[in-house]
């Protein structure tokens, strides 16, 4: 079974959505190639498309949707007969839309399982030649079946020196990698994509996987790692095992994860234990600072939170990386100047990164 993973868009990281299926497929007798149109081009991939019994696109996030959209065309005049799959937290949500463009099996959540179980469903479809089309899949279009997570197998991916770097002063550039120590998130945020598919849900990825995927990563030259859990405190006790264990290994590398305004002063506890483990900044989704509009997106913090918040990182000796959605059905010019006042008001330090 020949399968063809491919990565339009992951932020300038290197794709753990390829890197963690492709161990999965491997496993189970699959010849895979893995292509991240980030930082390689289709052309480089035609005889491996050619010859692909499934090809499937990771979708973590509608970027990567859109771009693989306007790939649909490209991809089936390569190859007209193959499976053609969709995986990822865009991928359930967008399912009509997907199946228009000619998408056989849509997977959601924890994929891999998925993944796996279709490619020997096909290979022994091969095997018996079997002709008759199925109605419709027999994977779970959206799965949160606790799995036991393999080690990702990065091999034959772009160097990790092909990715965004951080720049922590002029001149000096770290390489950085990026893996994950847990999906899904247990709050319900009205604005954030992961709950239509996770529901309030997280699952955990086991530490011995994250910790050696780091050590690979470590011996292929990263000397930073952003951790891309959508909230590094839903499970406060498996992530900061992690990092001390990761600190202890390799006392200087550092990384960066993101987490939840209300975690972060429930957990303020833990942030010294951050600073001390190389934690360079933490990314939060504060989104307004609006208590109104905060509401409506079911936040579960508020404007007076936010401020607390950076008091208590400037304290710890921490840097904070607030995102906002700066324009929203409810933006003012008021709110937006509001805004804009309050970024200076709070006084933020100096950036200690930024993305390169």
């Not at 991939?45 to 090809?55: E, F, G, K, S």
């Not at 091969?126 to 197998?153: G, H, N």
């Not at 309030?200 to 990263?222: K, P």
Request: hydrophobic content about 40%; overall charge neutral; charged content about 20%.
């Amino acid at each position: 079974m020949n399968v063809v993973l491919i990565s339009t868009y992951e932020l300038g990281r290197q794709p753990f959505s390829l890197s963690s299926p492709a161990v999965w497929l491997r496993r189970v007798g699959c010849k895979v190639t893995c292509l991240d149109l980030a930082v390689q081009r289709l052309s480089e991939c035609t005889n491996a498309l050619a010859a692909a019994d499934l090809i499937a696109f990771s979708l973590p996030m509608h970027t990567a949707t859109r771009l693989a959209a306007g790939l649909i065309g490209k991809v089936k005049d390569i190859n007209p007969t193959a499976h053609l799959c969709f995986y990822g937290l865009y991928a359930p949500v967008n399912e009509p839309y997907l199946r228009k463009l000619g998408g056989d099996t849509i997977l959601g959540g924890e994929f891999e399982e998925g993944l796996a179980s279709l490619a020997k469903r096909l290979a022994a479809k091969a095997a018996s030649k079997e002709l008759m089309i199925e109605a419709a899949q027999r994977e779970p279009l959206i799965s949160l079946s606790r799995q036991k997570f393999l080690v990702p197998d990065r091999s034959d991916l772009p160097p990790l020196e092909s990715y965004a770097h951080l720049q922590m002063a002029p001149g000096e550039m770290k390489t950085v990698g990026y893996t994950e120590a847990s999906r899904g998130c247990k709050h319900l945020c009205r604005h954030c994509p992961i709950v239509p598919v996770y529901n309030g849900a997280f699952r955990v990825v086991q530490r011995a996987v994250v910790l050696e995927d780091i050590r690979l990563q470590v011996a292929r030259g990263a000397q930073h790692v952003t951790f891309g859990d959508p909230d590094f405190f839903n499970g406060p006790t498996h992530a900061v095992a992690i990092v001390k264990a990761l600190h202890e290994e390799f006392p200087e590398l550092t990384y960066d994860v993101t987490i939840k305004v209300e975690h972060l002063l429930k957990h303020k506890e833990h942030l010294g234990t951050l600073r001390d483990t190389g934690c360079l900044f933490v990314t939060s989704a504060v989104e307004s600072i609006d208590n109104r509009v905060l509401q409506i997106y079911d936040k579960n913090h508020t404007r007076e939170d936010f401020i607390e918040c950076v008091q208590v990182f400037r304290e710890v000796g921490l840097q904070i990386y607030p995102t906002f959605v700066i324009f929203s059905p409810w933006t003012s010019l008021e709110s937006y100047v509001d805004l804009l006042h309050l970024l200076v008001d709070v006084d933020f330090p100096r950036p200690r990164g930024c993305w390169s």
